[in-house]
T-cell receptor, first 113, second 116 residues
């Protein structure tokens, strides 16, 4: 099994629908992140969390919310999806030691029609 | 805020040849980490190499090496003996050692095509 698991892998939805992307990890890492990838823009940080009581906004948090249900689970929600939220979403985790190298999930491709 | 610039949207290299991908960054900090990530068609983000800014020696990992020029704020990736499996999107990333969050700031990416 993958260290960082994202579900769903792919999702097509309609404007105005509520969508949740889920992330779970088996690495025992405290730090979890949600990034969004768009062509020509690279990856941009949406939210990050250092524990269940610590949630922080990234550079593009508008239109998104997150929940850290447990140390191992970090979900991203789009309350009312819009077409410009069509993107590839990545969950990542990091430990406390060393360079805090991020371990990424396989990504969730979301298409909002 | 820090920024990372990858000025080459696409690069091509012949199999077995060497290619260099460019990355520049802007920061006022003296200590930080720099990374190169590879994203093949599978979408998985794979760490290629990392560099600590306080280390003058350039990092190497097998066929991958970097040219870290701290004063110029440049961090290029050299791939030697290119292989078909090197074809991917490559992202340069910066991580502050000062800012809360240990967040990565990514460049826009460079698509590398490898010709057989």
């Amino acid at each position: 099994d993958a260290d960082v698991t994202q579900t769903p892998r792919n999702r097509i939805t309609k404007t105005g629908k509520r969508i949740m992307l889920e992330c779970s990890q088996t690495k025992g890492h405290d730090r979890m992140y949600w990034y969004r990838q768009d062509p020509g823009l690279g990856l941009r940080l949406i939210y990050y969390s250092f524990d269940v009581k610590d949630i922080n906004k990234g550079e593009i948090s508008d239109g998104y919310s997150v929940s850290r249900q447990a140390q191992a689970k970090f979900s991203l929600s789009l309350e009312s999806a819009i077409p410009n939220q069509t993107a590839l979403y990545f969950c990542a985790t990091a430990g406390l030691a060393g360079a805090n190298v991020l371990t990424f999930g396989a990504g969730s491709r979301l298409t909002v029609l | 805020a820090q920024t990372v610039t990858q000025s080459q949207p696409e690069m091509s290299v012949q199999e077995a040849e060497t290619v260099t991908l460019s990355c520049t960054y802007d920061t006022s900090e003296s200590d930080y980490y720099l990374f190169w990530y590879k994203q093949p068609p599978s979408r998985q983000m794979i760490l290629v190499i990392r560099q600590e800014a306080y280390k003058q020696q350039n990092a190497t990992e097998n066929r991958f090496s970097v040219n870290f020029q701290k004063a110029a704020k440049s961090f290029s990736l050299k791939i030697s003996d290119s292989q078909l499996g090197d074809a991917a999107m490559y992202f340069c990333a910066y991580r502050s050692l000062v800012e809360y969050g240990n967040k990565l700031v990514f460049g826009a990416g460079t698509i590398l095509r490898v010709k057989s």
